[in-house]
């Protein structure tokens, strides 16, 4: 079993739609959830991250960690046809090498 | 904007032969990375740094090497390249705050082998 798993998608919806991206990972010791947002051709770039359990909000995007369920979402309301790209969920358990561990990344179009 | 800097940023090669990537940093951060991505397969590690001459394995190094004689240069070597191999490459930093996992990536290096 890979550490994250990640649905692929595509996922396509209509501009204004609330967007739920999601992630599952199987190392308890995971304790720092990021989602990374990354453009065609481009380096990925990181979006929003979490420390342990909880939410955390930022303009239209919203991280959830559910640490009991190894359960990672990002919720992005009002999509907008600029947030057409990939996500990227990743983790790690916060040792010095900073070492990530990344989802497969959902692709997501938003269609005007 | 971190600084960093990919070369060459496509390749076309030919099996068998030595392909060397290279990573450049502005801002002398310690931790550099390579990362390969594939389709069904995501971003995954190949090496990393955590300073001059200290590298160590990702989850797929086989085939690869890497150096780094000096801070801002990160270099990724494959001795003999195949097929397999056909990825695009990207090079991170991190800025070392510690545990947030914010990598800054490059543009990314698309290697194909022929």
């Known amino acids: 079993q890979k550490e994250v798993e990640q649905d692929p998608g595509p996922l396509s919806v209509p501009e204004g739609a609330i967007v739920s991206l999601n992630c599952t990972y199987s190392?308890?010791?995971?304790?720092?959830f990021m989602w990374y947002r990354q453009y065609s051709r481009k380096g990925p770039e990181l979006l929003m991250y979490?420390?342990?359990?909880g939410n955390k909000e930022d303009g239209r995007f919203t991280a959830q960690v559910d640490k009991s369920s190894k359960y990672i979402s990002l919720f992005i309301r009002d999509s907008q046809p600029s947030d057409s790209a990939s996500y990227l969920c990743?983790?790690?358990?916060?040792?010095?090498?900073?070492?990530?561990?990344f989802g497969k990344g959902t692709l997501l179009t938003v269609n005007p | 904007d971190a600084g960093i800097t990919q070369s060459p940023r496509h390749k076309v090669t030919e099996t068998g032969t030595p392909v060397t990537l290279r990573c450049h940093q502005t801002?002398?951060?310690?931790?550099m990375y390579w990362y390969r991505q594939d389709p069904g397969h995501g971003l995954r590690l190949i090496h990393y740094?955590?300073?001059?001459?200290?590298?160590d394995k990702g989850e797929v190094s086989d085939g690869y090497s890497v150096s780094r004689s000096k801070t801002e240069d990160f270099l990724l070597t494959l001795e003999s390249a195949t097929s397999s191999q056909t990825s695009v490459y990207f090079c991170?930093?991190?800025?070392?705050?510690?545990?947030?996992?914010?990598?800054?990536f490059g543009e990314g290096s698309r290697l194909t082998v022929l």
């Open positions: 991170a930093i991190s800025t070392g705050t510690s545990g947030t996992g914010e990598l800054f």
């Open positions: 190392n308890s010791a995971f304790q720092y």
């Open positions: 979490t420390y342990s359990s």
């Open positions: 990743a983790t790690t358990n916060g040792g010095s090498n900073y070492k990530l561990t």
């Open positions: 801002e002398n951060h310690r931790y």
């Open positions: 740094s955590y300073g001059v001459k200290d590298t």
